[in-house]
């Protein structure tokens, strides 16, 4: 048999097939990296045999196992719809590498002889099975119809099966989520899953969430910020006292909790909430739990029911503060984000979600996001989002979960978010205002403080943090 050497860059793996395919053996050398025989003679030529893997789950870096024979010492693998660090104990019989699947449908992981860009030919292909993420508190939609959509140039509100409507963005909030996918109303509205537990019917629990929350809401008329905090926990230990609802561990809604309560939908009518289940639901200000940063002790947070945005109590004017009590909830995680293999994304333990983890504009150099931060109006922010493929960009009440309200100047965990601005951050859902198709405005979340916001979508500029 006659022994070829072939040097050469992007061509060699074509030409080692061929010199193979006519009984050559060929010593391969610059052609991915590293040196190998291959050829036709069977006990040179690399072989894919097998590979396995622990059970993977969308955002979670698992390690998988290639096996084979007369493997390069460059091999590698890639997913179909997801990233892998560089393989370890590579030997000519196999080697490891961690693997983070972003797609829970079943997708192919590709054996190569070295990288793609290093010229690396395939070996071999399988198909893994990868189950969806899973989370600790999953996130209630905003409530946005298939009739509430953005198109290119106009502010007015369109169908979102619309051409123009999925030309601008084809992942708006009206076209993704539980609101899309449950829209029969049966056991709430557009996405919520809402239930009387048992027999009683003054409270209601959220099926998404697990949260129970009591039908009624009170008026608090102690004196504002301490006295509201006071009175609201009486009100808890009152209920507690008398097991309403079976349940003696009613307390204070969370910002985010009650933030869960809210659609978007159709604000400005009335309470902007499930009146049905909720009719006793005020288009007022509603008390939370969660203390204003940097201002703790004489401040506090809370969602206004008549549009859903967020507000401090010092900011929240005239009118009357409700309180809603809510029972149950999470123990936090120890981890709550874990970042992918190439650190370039994350997933939320809580919601489920995986982020990218830099600003639009920004990379991830391997310890930090690097760049400048780049600015958008909302129908820049669209556009963006839908050029970076399976990434979206996220409605309010996914972007809302991020903050973190033991922080100022940014409100976010900037550990995980590096380098991530204190300012605001566009969402995908529309401001609505009853009986009116134009949407002048979006929501944003501000991330100085994490206040959620309506802001002009022509006029203003905002940043960009995809998910998906």
């Given amino acids: 048999m006659k022994l070829i050497a072939a040097y050469g860059p992007k061509p060699c793996p074509q030409f080692v097939r061929w010199l193979a395919l006519v009984g050559a053996t060929v010593v391969m050398a610059g052609c991915g990296g590293g040196e190998s025989i291959v050829g036709a003679n069977s006990a040179v030529t690399p072989a894919f045999s097998s590979l396995t893997a622990a059970s993977m789950k969308v955002g979670v870096a698992s390690t998988l196992t290639v096996t084979g024979t007369n493997l390069p010492l460059t091999a590698t693998l890639t997913l179909a719809s997801g990233s892998c660090a560089s393989p370890t104990n590579n030997t000519a019989t196999g080697f490891s590498i961690v693997c983070t699947p972003t797609s829970s449908t079943a997708q192919s992981a590709t054996v190569w002889s070295a990288p793609q860009a290093s010229g690396g030919y395939w070996l071999g292909q399988q198909t893994l099975t990868v189950a969806a993420a899973t989370s600790l508190m999953p996130l209630n939609d905003t409530g946005i119809s298939a009739t509430q959509c953005f198109q290119s140039g106009s502010n007015n509100l369109i169908s979102c099966t619309l051409a123009t409507a999925t030309a601008l963005n084809d992942k708006q909030d009206g076209m993704v989520g539980r609101d899309v996918d449950f829209t029969d109303q049966t056991d709430g509205v557009n996405g919520s899953s809402l239930a009387f537990p048992g027999a009683v019917t003054n409270c209601v629990k959220d099926q998404v969430t697990g949260l129970v929350w009591d039908r009624a809401s009170t008026a608090l008329t102690s004196a504002l910020p301490t006295g509201y905090r006071d009175e609201s926990v009486k009100l808890a230990t009152a209920a507690n006292t008398s097991s309403l609802c079976g349940l003696t561990n009613w307390r204070v809604p969370t910002r985010l909790e009650l933030q869960s309560l809210v659609l978007f939908n159709a604000p400005f009518a009335s309470g902007a909430t499930n009146m049905a ?72 333990a809580i919601t489920g979600l995986i982020w990218r983890r830099c600003s639009e504009g920004q990379t991830w150099n391997g310890s930090t996001c690097t760049g400048t931060v780049s600015a958008y109006t909302h129908e820049g922010a669209m556009v963006q989002a839908k050029s970076q493929s399976t990434w979206r960009l996220p409605n309010v009440k996914e972007l809302s979960s991020l903050t973190d309200e033991s922080l100022y100047s940014p409100s976010i965990d900037t550990t995980v978010f590096a380098a991530s601005p204190a300012g605001a951050f566009w969402s995908a859902t ?19 403080d994490g206040s959620v916001t309506p802001v002009a979508r022509s006029t203003a500029t905002g940043f960009v943090r995809l998910v998906r």
């Fill in 277 to 348: 289940w909720f009719p006793a639901t005020l288009p007022n200000a509603y008390f939370s739990s969660s203390v204003y940063q940097p201002n703790s002790a004489n401040n506090a947070w809370l969602v206004n029911f008549a549009q859903g945005a967020t507000v401090t109590l010092s900011g929240a004017g005239a009118g009357a503060v409700q309180v809603r009590l809510v029972s149950g909830g999470i123990t936090a995680p120890a981890t709550r984000f874990t970042p992918s293999s190439d650190g370039t994304e994350v997933t939320d």
């Fill in 430 to 448: 529309p401001v609505v205002i009853s009986g009116n198709a134009r949407s002048d405005q979006a929501w944003s979340v501000d991330f100085l």
